[in-house]
Nanobody, 124 residues
């Protein structure tokens, strides 16, 4: 069993920054891909960023490319999402997730464990 706990969300003004963390426990995550998804009110959950097991490969949604950075510290079993130049349209609940294989995946179907989410609100 794997537990994923997100933290670091909050309220920030447009143009500001936040750093999300996802602490994993229950089983080593050193050899699996990880990702971040988000869901805004009234919208479907969408892909944000993904990283492979080593951190060497990353993918981003076009909407966040150049502003967000995904990273991981396997020794600490922690996943990060650095979010800069935040926009009101980034407002959503952000979810950390674990893939069932070692690559970086953009489809939700490639992930099997999800955290409870952390709220990010960007004011204009």
């Amino acid at each position: 069993q794997v537990q994923l706990v997100e933290s670091g969300g909050g309220l920030v003004q447009a143009g500001g920054s936040l750093r999300l963390s996802c602490a994993a426990s229950g089983r080593t995550l050193s050899y699996v891909g990880m990702g971040w998804f988000r869901q805004a009110p009234g919208k479907e959950r969408e892909f944000v960023a993904a990283i492979n097991w080593s951190g060497a490969i990353t993918y981003y949604a076009d909407s966040v490319k150049g502003r967000f950075t995904i990273s991981r510290d396997n020794a600490k079993s922690t996943l990060y999402l650095q979010m800069n130049s935040l926009k009101p349209e980034d407002t959503a609940v952000y979810y950390c997730t674990k893939s069932h294989f070692n690559g970086a995946a953009v489809r939700a179907a490639e992930y099997d464990y999800w955290g409870q989410g952390t709220q990010v609100t960007v004011s204009s």
